[in-house]
């Protein structure tokens, strides 16, 4: 029922007025605020039938059409699969960079590590035909005979490991400090792979074969 179709009871207006302190029920004040009330309470009704009957149409074509629900949502990263015609068995040579020396810097915030672009050495490895030249690396130290490992990358193209920025480790420079000096060694890892560099690249997933081993290393001096 709409608020304007009929005249609100004297009932309603007396709760109005006795809720304003108002002792004169046919005061205009009283007769306005009791209009809304009226007209907040049956827009109140009007969205809850309104909300019932939307979600009651929604599921009928849900249960009428039940192919919708089993589509796939579409992933933000595709997966990108093996690259068409990659032949391990076919090989040429190719000349790669890759790094020798860390760039070790420690600031208030940890210690920065990064690979050394004007310290690297050439390969020259046999690669198979179409198949993409990668590289992962592990960085770690020693506590005396114990190798600890401080972080790791399983799979980035050589490009990406030149630029790769600076990596940040935090409390090595107090064991420096302790021991005087602290080497860090980034153990580098070459391979080939028929998956192309993607996010989430997981290369082992294909033809993988490991074409070359080495370290770059670094150190961190005292404060």
């Excluded at 007396?14 to 605020?33: E, P, V, Y």
């Excluded at 009651?56 to 699969?81: M, Y």
Aim: with cysteine; hydrophobic share 40%; aromatic share 6%.
């Amino acid at each position: 029922m709409s608020p304007c179709s009929e005249a609100p009871s004297n009932d309603i207006i007396q709760l109005t007025a006795a809720a304003l302190n108002c002792k004169d029920i046919s005061c205009s004040g009283c007769q306005t605020a009791t209009a809304e009330r009226l007209s907040i309470s049956w827009h109140g009704v009007f969205m809850k039938h309104f909300l019932t009957m939307a979600l009651i149409l929604v599921s009928a074509f849900l249960i009428s059409n039940p192919g919708v629900q089993d589509k796939p949502r579409p992933t933000l990263f595709q997966e990108i699969g093996p690259i068409e015609g990659a032949d391990p068995e076919r090989r040429h040579v190719e000349t790669v960079a890759v790094p020798t020396a860390l760039i070790v810097e420690s600031k208030p915030n940890g210690t920065y590590v990064g690979f050394d672009q004007q310290s690297t050495c050439k390969l020259k490895l046999m690669v198979g035909h179409k198949m993409v030249v990668g590289c992962e690396w592990t960085l770690y130290y020693f506590r005396g005979t114990e190798r600890v490992e401080l972080r790791r990358n399983t799979g980035g193209s050589l490009g990406s490991l030149m630029d790769g920025g600076r990596h940040v480790v935090q409390g090595l420079q107090e064991i420096a400090d302790v021991r005087g000096s602290l080497q860090l060694i980034a153990e580098l890892s070459v391979f080939e792979t028929d998956i192309p560099p993607q996010h989430m690249w997981m290369p082992k997933k294909g033809m993988y074969q490991l074409l070359w081993k080495g370290v770059a290393t670094g150190v961190l001096a005292t404060n």
